[in-house]
């Protein structure tokens, strides 16, 4: 069990560029979730995958974000033509789909200039 | 909709002491489960302590406990004899019993033990 592993730990861009970032979850764990923190605040829910299904999505993931979890593993988060608000840190986690408890990444903490 | 409320910004504590950390919410679900995560800086968040809504009985987890008010919707963290590596920001989180298992945190508290 090696953990919740993201990456890159950091992201520094532009604004307007595309970025994206990776998630690797605990190897069983068949939920997935991706929560934005920004300074100041506690994580805020993004998106969840069962397995490879993207079952909810928050009214903050606008147009710009998608997600996807091709076969149930991994997970990519990617945004569109970046704007200063995007800077925050990305967290992703990961639960076994009976349990409760969700298994936190270190994040990615993203700065738009 | 469900919130989570942590009046205290930041807290302080000496090494060797008793602090509390407050956290209240709102639901009007009568199941629902509550955790406190830890999050070190530049380190992922880990769980220190979860409490069912249905179990009476407060959660105790070597030196950290919970005050679980279910009527007052009241979910404070006691961490006794503070060490210097309780230092990170506290978050209390709330979870439905069922759907998409999503967190709510609160906005965190961040513990300074002073040694």
């Known amino acids: 069990d090696t953990g919740v592993s993201q990456n890159p730990r950091h992201k520094i861009t532009k604004r307007g560029q595309n970025v994206t970032f990776r998630c690797d979850p605990i190897?069983?764990?068949?939920?997935l979730y991706w929560y934005r923190q920004t300074l100041g605040q506690g994580p805020e829910f993004l998106t969840y995958?069962?397995?490879?299904?993207?079952?909810?999505k928050s009214r903050l993931l606008s147009d710009r974000f998608s997600a996807e979890r091709p076969k149930g593993s991994f997970s990519t988060l990617e945004i569109q033509r970046t704007e200063q608000g995007d800077s925050a840190m990305y967290l992703c986690?990961?639960?076994?789909?009976?349990?409760?408890?969700?298994?936190f990444g270190a994040g990615t903490r993203l700065s738009v200039l | 909709a469900q919130t989570v409320t942590q009046s205290q910004p930041e807290m302080s504590v000496q090494e060797a002491e008793t602090v509390t950390l407050s956290c209240t919410y709102d639901?009007?679900?009568?199941?629902?489960?509550l955790f406190w995560y830890k999050q070190p800086p530049s380190r992922q968040m880990i769980l220190v302590i979860r409490?069912?809504?249905?179990?009476?009985q407060n959660a105790t987890e070597n030196r950290f406990s919970v005050n679980f008010q279910k009527a007052a919707k009241s979910f404070s963290l006691k961490i006794s004899d503070s060490q210097l590596g309780d230092a990170a920001m506290y978050f209390c989180?709330?979870?439905?019993?069922?759907?998409?298992?999503?967190?709510?945190f609160g906005t965190g508290t961040r513990l300074k033990v002073l040694a």
């Open positions: 989180a709330y979870r439905r019993p069922s759907g998409t298992y999503k967190y709510i």
């Open positions: 639901t009007s679900e009568s199941d629902y489960y």
């Open positions: 409490q069912e809504a249905y179990k009476q």
């Open positions: 986690a990961s639960s076994l789909a009976a349990g409760n408890i969700q298994y």
């Open positions: 190897s069983e764990h068949n939920r």
């Open positions: 995958f069962q397995n490879e299904a993207q079952l909810e």
